[in-house]
C-alpha cells in the first residue's frame, strides 16, 4: 500500500511539472483515431432480375412479393437498401434428403414426428394446388393427397393425436373457408370447421390431451382472429380479437392444463400480441410493441410452464428473429439472429422444447437464402446452417422444425431453386460456443493466472478447448477432453508487456468445432466473447499511456518513474 502510494505522488508530481512546461499539449499535436464497424460483412447490388436476385429491398417489394401491404412497406421504409452476402457455409452435422420434387411442392410445409419417431410433413403443391402428406416408414417416404378438391393446402399447420396420427389445418381458396383433414387409421377424412365469410388464413392447429382440436386462423372478411375447437357436437367458434384489422400470422399451443395460447399481430401497428383462454373469456396482452412482425410466430412453453414466442422483426435496418418469453416478472424478448436483413422471405420459423428441457429453433434466413438452425446453451444461442443454395435461390421457404422423444431435431422446407420439398435431420451435434473466460482482467509478466470457461455437448460428447492467448483469434494452446458441461481450468503466463483478448473455441472429440454466435461486438464469431487483460496492471491508463509515450520520445528522462512502473 505504501509503495503504490508513493508511485502515485511521483508521478502526479512529474504531472505537475510536464503540464506546466506544455509538454502535455504535443500529445496531441497528431492525434490518431480509430474505430472498428459493429457488423462485417460485405454489401453488394445483385443486378439482373428474378427470385433471389434484386438490387435493393424495393425491388423484391415490387418485383416478387406483392402480399407485402402498403402499410407495412411505408412503416420499415425498405427502399434502395442494399442485399448483404452470405458469409457462412453449411456444415455436415445434418442429413438432408429431397421428399417430393414432382413439381411445385413444399409451399407451407410443417413438421411432426410421433412418439414412434414417424416423420409427417403436411405441405401444398402449389402446380396442382393440392394438400399434400409426407410420411416416413422405414427409411422411405409415402406421399399421399389429402385433399385435391379446388385451389386447397394454403397455411397448412400439422399435429398428431394421442394415437399418432395426423391432423391438418388449412385454407380452401376456392371456397374460401378453413378446412380440418386427419387420418382415421385407415384413411383420410376431410370437414369444413368455419364458412362463415372468407376465413381460414394463417390457421395454425393443436391438439389436448383429450385429442381435442383447437385450431387459430385469422378472418379476413371481418379482420378478426379467431379460435375453433373440436365438440361431441361440431366445432364451437369464438372471435379472440375484432380490434382493427387483426389475427395475421397466428400460432396456437395448449399448456398443461390445456389452456389455449395464440401469439399473433395485426395489420395497423405490427405488434406481437399473445392470447390466452381465462375462465370464461380471452385476455390479450402486447407482448412487444417495439417491433414490427411479419413473416410467421411460433409459440410454446417451457418445462416451468412459462409461454416463449418466436418471430421476426422488420423493423428498419434491424431484420432479426426473436425470441419473447415470460418469467415471474413479465414478458423479455432477445435476439437470437440480427442479421437477417437483406430481403423479405416467407414465413418459416419454429421454436420447440424438448423432453429434457433444451431450446429448439428451426428459421429460414432470409438474408441468406439458407434455412438455419439455433439452440441455447449457458445462455448463449449458437447458430448453423442446414442447407444454403445453390445457385443464390431461397432454400429454407416455410421452413418448420419439430423434435422427436430422444430430442432430435427435424426439419422441412423448400428448396426455392428447385421447387421441392426437403427435409433434414440433425446427425451430430457440435458442442457449445464456450463462455467468455473467467479470471483475472490485469496482472504482472512473468506470473501464472488462471481461467476458467465450460460448454456443452447435446450429444454428451467430449469436449477440447482451443485457447487463444493474444487476442489473434488462433488457438495458441489446446486442453486435453472435458466432460460436457465440465468447467475447464487452465493457467497461462504471459513473458511480454501489453494488453490481450482471451478467447476460447471448442472441439467435441468426434472433430466438430462449435457453432457460431454473435459475439459482444454483434458479429458472428466462433470464438466465444474475449476477456481483456493487461499487462502488467496499469491503475491509471491514460496517465500510463501517455508516460510510455513520453518515455519512448524521452529514454533517458526519468529513470526513477521508469523502474517504479516496471514494478
Known amino acids: 500500500m505504501q509503495k503504490n502510494l508513493v508511485k502515485k505522488v511521483v508521478i502526479c508530481g512529474i504531472l505537475v511539472l510536464l503540464i506546466s512546461s506544455g509538454v502535455v499539449s504535443a500529445l496531441y499535436r497528431n492525434p490518431s483515431v480509430s474505430s472498428k464497424p459493429m457488423i462485417s460483412g460485405n454489401w453488394v447490388y445483385a443486378g439482373g432480375s428474378g427470385p433471389g436476385n434484386y ?5 423484391i417489394i415490387d418485383t416478387a412479393n406483392p402480399a407485402i401491404s402498403e402499410k407495412l412497406t411505408e412503416k420499415i421504409n425498405l427502399k434502395n437498401q442494399l442485399l448483404k452476402t452470405n458469409i457462412f ?53 409415402n406421399i399421399t393427397v389429402v385433399d385435391s378438391e379446388g385451389n386447397v393446402g394454403q397455411c397448412a399447420s400439422l399435429a398428431l393425436d394421442s394415437l399418432g396420427d395426423p391432423h391438418i389445418s388449412y385454407y380452401d381458396a376456392t371456397n374460401h373457408v378453413l378446412k380440418h383433414a386427419y387420418f382415421d387409421g385407415t384413411e383420410w377424412q376431410r370437414e369444413v370447421v368455419d364458412s362463415s365469410g372468407n376465413v381460414g388464413l394463417d390457421t395454425s ?4 390431451s383429450t385429442n381435442h382440436i383447437h385450431i387459430s386462423y385469422h378472418d379476413e372478411t371481418n379482420g378478426d382472429l379467431k379460435y375453433a375447437k373440436s365438440t361431441e357436437n361440431g366445432w364451437d367458434i369464438q372471435v379472440v380479437d375484432l380490434l382493427g384489422d387483426t389475427g395475421e400470422i397466428s400460432s396456437i399451443t395448449l399448456d398443461k392444463n390445456n389452456t389455449p395460447h395464440i401469439s399473433y399481430t395485426n395489420r395497423y401497428d405490427f405488434h406481437l400480441y ?6 370464461n373469456t380471452w385476455v390479450i396482452e402486447t ?27 422488420v423493423t428498419p435496418d434491424h431484420f432479426s428473429l426473436k425470441h419473447a418469453y415470460q418469467s415471474h416478472d413479465g414478458w423479455h ?47 448463449i444461442w449458437n447458430l448453423e446452417i442446414i442447407d444454403s443454395p445453390i445457385y443464390g435461390y431461397f432454400d429454407g421457404m416455410y421452413a418448420a422444425l419439430a423434435v422427436d ?18 427435409y433434414a435431420r440433425k446427425i451430430e451435434y457440435s458442442s457449445g460456443v464456450p463462455t467468455q473466460p473467467s479470471g483475472s482482467s490485469n496482472g504482472k509478466t512473468g506470473k501464472a493466472y488462471t481461467f476458467t470457461t465450460t460448454s456443452q455437448d447435446f450429444d454428451n460428447d467430449k469436449i477440447q478447448y482451443g485457447w487463444d492467448w493474444n487476442g489473434d483469434e488462433e488457438v495458441d494452446e489446446w486442453t486435453g477432453f472435458y466432460d460436457s458441461g465440465e468447467i475447464c481450468e487452465i493457467s497461462h503466463t504471459w513473458n511480454e508487456t501489453g494488453s490481450f483478448k482471451i478467447r476460447v473455441i471448442a472441439m467435441d472429440e468426434k472433430g466438430f468445432y462449435n457453432g457460431y454466435h454473435v459475439n459482444e461486438n454483434g458479429e458472428f464469431s466462433y470464438w466465444s466473447d474475449s476477456l481483456p487483460i493487461t499487462m502488467p496492471y496499469s491503475y491509471n491508463k491514460p496517465i500510463r499511456q501517455f508516460l510510455e509515450w513520453l518515455f519512448e520520445r524521452f529514454p533517458n528522462t526519468f529513470p526513477v518513474v521508469q523502474l517504479l512502473l516496471e514494478q
Open 333 to 379: 424478448s432477445e435476439i437470437i439472429d440480427p442479421y437477417l436483413w437483406g430481403t423479405f422471405g416467407t414465413g418459416g420459423a419454429n421454436i420447440v422444447f424438448d423432453n429434457l428441457g433444451r431450446i429448439h429453433v428451426g428459421y429460414f434466413n432470409w438474408a441468406w437464402q439458407t434455412v438455419n438452425y439455433a439452440w441455447k446453451i449457458n445462455g
Open 89 to 141: 457455409l453449411y456444415n455436415n452435422t445434418w442429413s438432408v434428403e429431397t421428399v417430393d420434387n414432382s413439381g411445385s411442392v413444399g409451399h407451407f410445409s410443417d413438421i411432426a414426428v410421433a412418439a414412434d419417431n414417424t416423420v409427417f410433413i403436411s405441405y401444398c403443391d402449389f402446380d396442382k394446388n393440392d394438400l399434400k402428406c409426407a410420411r416416413l416408414i422405414n427409411n422411405e417416404w
Open 55 to 59: 438490387n435493393t429491398n424495393q425491388n
Open 405 to 422: 422423444p430422444q430430442g432430435t431435431p427435424h426439419v422441412s422446407y423448400m428448396d426455392m431453386n428447385n421447387m421441392d420439398l426437403k
Open 205 to 208: 392447429i393443436a391438439i389436448d
Open 287 to 313: 407482448v412487444d410493441d417495439t417491433s414490427i412482425l411479419y413473416g410467421s410466430t411460433s409459440i410454446t412453453y417451457d418445462p416451468d410452464g412459462f409461454i416463449h414466442i418466436l418471430y421476426y422483426d
Open 274 to 279: 399473445h392470447a390466452y383462454y381465462s375462465g
